[in-house]
């Protein structure tokens, strides 16, 4: 049996329902989580995008996101915002659950958060960049039942999809690592660095599971 599920769409009203915090990883729990990466990654490699969906999205209340940001996927269980920045930010947000229209939207411009990963561990991710935060923040609303288009400020900020290479587009390419990025570090970095010893930590590489 495949373990992708169905993304549901706006009009579903299970994307209204707060979901309910994870008290003990269970089997259930775990084929959940594999269930949440596998529907993520079917779709990225259907559209070449998706960074993260959460577990409303599949239909199941369940207080899980799933995160993929090109390196070894990540799962925050119940995910906790303990700090928020008070510089804010309007940025064009899309949805793979409201796949008509990109909405602007006021996101904290950084945040800190707690969560659990797969093994149970108390996790910690402090004062994350705005690209992050702002995905994060996407993400904690589904699990309390928000959508993006709840946090429009006005009409005009609900767009077509079509919109979506002018307005979201160019913006999320600034972000990304290109080439003459990585020369402008190396003409920028101080040279005693370029020869740092790296050695591997067995305890980190099992806490972290890299």
């Given at each position: 049996?495949?373990?992708?599920?169905?993304?549901?769409?706006?009009?579903?009203?299970?994307?209204?329902?707060?979901?309910?915090?994870?008290?003990?990883?269970?089997?259930?729990?775990?084929?959940?989580?594999?269930?949440?990466?596998?529907?993520?990654?079917?779709?990225?490699?259907?559209?070449g995008f998706g960074r993260a969906i959460s577990c409303p999205q599949i239909g199941e209340p369940l207080r899980i996101v799933a995160v993929q940001l090109g390196g070894q996927p990540v799962t925050l269980i119940n995910p906790l915002i303990v700090w928020r920045s008070e510089e804010t930010q309007l940025v064009w947000d899309d949805c793979m659950s409201v796949p008509n229209h990109i909405a602007n939207v006021r996101r904290h411009a950084s945040i800190s958060l707690t969560y659990q990963n797969e093994s149970g561990k108390t996790c910690h991710w402090n004062h994350l960049s705005a690209s992050l935060a702002e995905l994060i923040q996407h993400e904690v609303d589904h699990l309390d039942g928000v959508l993006m288009v709840d946090r429009i400020e006005h009409p005009e900020d609900l767009q077509p999809i079509s919109q979506h290479h002018k307005l979201i587009a160019p913006r999320r390419s600034e972000h990304r690592i290109k080439l003459d990025h990585i020369a402008s570090a190396a003409s920028r970095i101080n040279p005693t660095f370029l020869a740092s010893p790296q050695y591997r930590s067995p305890t980190l590489d099992a806490a972290l599971g890299v």
């Open positions: 049996m495949s373990q992708i599920r169905t993304i549901l769409i706006d009009s579903d009203p299970r994307l209204r329902i707060a979901s309910r915090t994870v008290e003990e990883i269970t089997p259930d729990v775990t084929a959940m989580i594999t269930a949440l990466h596998a529907t993520l990654a079917d779709f990225r490699a259907r559209t």
